[in-house]
């Protein structure tokens, strides 16, 4: 799963120059073990809340390849019939509600699932997904504060990139301690290894059991980078906000490849079943991209369906 995420934002990166896909892309290249990681520990019921970095989110939540690329080109076939574009994909059916390109809009739309199901008596979970910028809105400490009284079944999930936009934590926040911001309000936190995928996936799975159990929500931090520039396919160093070599750094801690080699030296799987993964991923990506570029646009006369 966080191969066919690269590949394919590695291939949106590649055809966003064409002027095809209409909308603005945020790139997770770099950051996908926290989204498998906490996907995966969760069930097919369960809902997920996003941002305008999204395209992990809702691959790994169990969304469609075709559906997702389609909806980057606007077409009638995307996942929100090629109205809402890359920040706003939403898929009820996976359980991908919503993404806000609102920063923290997440927050408070997962804390509003999981008081409905704390309320209806079932045993489901709602994530919020949200960046360290996401951390610094008062909602964020409001349904944290909230989500605790009344015990709900939300895990909140900062990916902590380190940036917002162009400015670095450090002199945005007066403290680097997302994890423990939930402390004062009784909800446990813990900082992850956000690129080590199994780091993420312990952690969430026990959050969930946390939320299953009824003991309430839980914070997760998880540390992690994204290689490409804010908005759009291009790396960004030369902006002069943060260096090459901080990047590179960074991409030696690739969480794909760190867990390829793990898989491989624990004699799981071998480097030719990982090439062939990477031929099927290719192909799936690249039958997407043309199911996405040959299929219809919307009717006009749908332009004011779904409008609200
Ligand atoms: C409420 C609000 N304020 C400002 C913006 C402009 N904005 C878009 S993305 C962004 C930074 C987001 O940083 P972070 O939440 O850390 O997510 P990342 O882009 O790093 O994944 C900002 C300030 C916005 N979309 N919404």
């Given at each position: 799963?966080?191969?066919?995420?690269r590949?394919?934002?590695?291939?949106?990166?590649?055809?966003?120059?064409?002027?095809?896909?209409?909308?603005?892309?945020?790139?997770?290249i770099?950051?996908?073990?926290?989204?498998?990681?906490?996907?995966?520990?969760?069930?097919?019921?369960?809902?997920?809340?996003?941002?305008?970095?999204?395209?992990?989110?809702?691959?790994?939540?169990?969304?469609?390849?075709?559906?997702?690329?389609?909806?980057?080109?606007?077409?009638?076939?995307?996942?929100?019939?090629?109205?809402?574009?890359?920040m706003?994909?939403?898929?009820?059916?996976?359980?991908?509600?919503?993404?806000?390109?609102?920063?923290?809009?997440?927050?408070?739309?997962?804390?509003?699932?999981?008081l409905?199901?704390?309320?209806?008596?079932?045993?489901?979970?709602?994530?919020?997904?949200?960046?360290?910028?996401?951390?610094e809105?008062?909602?964020?400490?409001?349904?944290?504060?909230?989500?605790?009284?009344?015990?709900?079944p939300?895990?909140?999930?900062?990916?902590?990139?380190?940036?917002?936009?162009?400015?670095?934590?450090?002199?945005?926040?007066?403290?680097?301690?997302?994890?423990?911001?939930?402390?004062?309000?009784?909800?446990?936190?813990?900082?992850?290894?956000?690129?080590?995928?199994?780091?993420?996936?312990?952690?969430?799975?026990?959050?969930?059991?946390?939320?299953?159990?009824?003991?309430?929500?839980?914070?997760?931090?998880?540390?992690?980078?994204?290689?490409?520039?804010?908005?759009?396919?291009?790396?960004?160093?030369?902006?002069g906000?943060?260096?090459?070599?901080?990047?590179?750094?960074?991409m030696?801690?690739?969480p794909?490849?760190?867990?390829?080699?793990?898989?491989?030296?624990?004699?799981?799987?071998?480097?030719?079943?990982?090439?062939?993964?990477?031929?099927?991923?290719?192909?799936?990506?690249?039958?997407?991209?043309?199911?996405?570029?040959?299929?219809?646009?919307?009717?006009?006369?749908?332009l004011?369906?779904?409008?609200?």
């Amino acid at each position: 799963m966080m191969l066919l995420i690269r590949r394919t934002e590695e291939k949106i990166g590649e055809l966003y120059p064409e002027q095809e896909m209409k909308c603005a892309v945020h790139l997770s290249i770099g950051e996908e073990a926290s989204a498998v990681g906490v996907c995966a520990a969760l069930r097919g019921d369960d809902v997920i809340y996003s941002t305008h970095r999204c395209h992990a989110h809702y691959l790994a939540k169990g969304g469609n390849l075709k559906r997702m690329v389609a909806e980057l080109y606007g077409k009638a076939a995307g996942c929100c019939r090629g109205k809402g574009g890359s920040m706003h994909l939403a898929d009820p059916e996976v359980g991908m509600m919503g993404s806000s390109a609102i920063v923290a809009g997440s927050i408070p739309l997962a804390v509003g699932s999981a008081l409905a199901f704390s309320m209806k008596g079932n045993d489901r979970v709602a994530v919020a997904l949200f960046g360290d910028g996401g951390a610094e809105q008062g909602s964020f400490t409001e349904c944290l504060s909230f989500a605790s009284l009344k015990s709900l079944p939300v895990i909140f999930v900062c990916e902590n990139n380190l940036y917002a936009t162009h400015t670095h934590i450090s002199a945005r926040q007066s403290k680097d301690n997302i994890h423990q911001r939930g402390e004062p309000y009784g909800v446990p936190g813990t900082q992850i290894d956000g690129n080590d995928v199994l780091a993420v996936y312990e952690a969430a799975f026990q959050a969930v059991e946390r939320c299953r159990l009824g003991k309430g929500p839980s914070l997760l931090e998880c540390r992690t980078y994204r290689w490409r520039g804010h908005v759009g396919p291009d790396y960004d160093y030369d902006l002069g906000y943060r260096s090459k070599q901080e990047l590179e750094e960074w991409m030696r801690r690739c969480p794909i490849l760190t867990y390829e080699r793990s898989l491989v030296s624990a004699g799981i799987c071998s480097q030719s079943d990982l090439d062939l993964i990477r031929e099927e991923v290719d192909e799936e990506v690249a039958r997407a991209v043309t199911f996405a570029k040959s299929s219809p646009e919307p009717e006009m006369d749908e332009l004011l369906q779904d409008v609200y």
